[in-house]
């Protein structure tokens, strides 16, 4: 699995460091994701799978095949 988190499109919302804190950050002056491991060992990949469905602003992106 890979992950990306596209800081352009991401609202803020922080859907995604609520369900993977260890995957997903928010900048403290903004609120904007950061990435923090963008190959998520096996035991995080429910949650990295159900942030990019839960993200308000589709701006999580997993690709499941590297
Ligand atoms: S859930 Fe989506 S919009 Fe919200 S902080 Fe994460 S990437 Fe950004």
Known sequence: MKVTADQNTCC??????????EVFD????????????????EHLRAAVREAADMCPAGAIAVHEDT
């Open 26 to 41: 928010q900048r403290e002056e903004d609120g904007i994701v950061v990435l923090l491991d963008e190959k998520p060992p």
């Open 12 to 21: 803020g919302a922080g859907q995604c460091v609520l369900l993977a804190p």
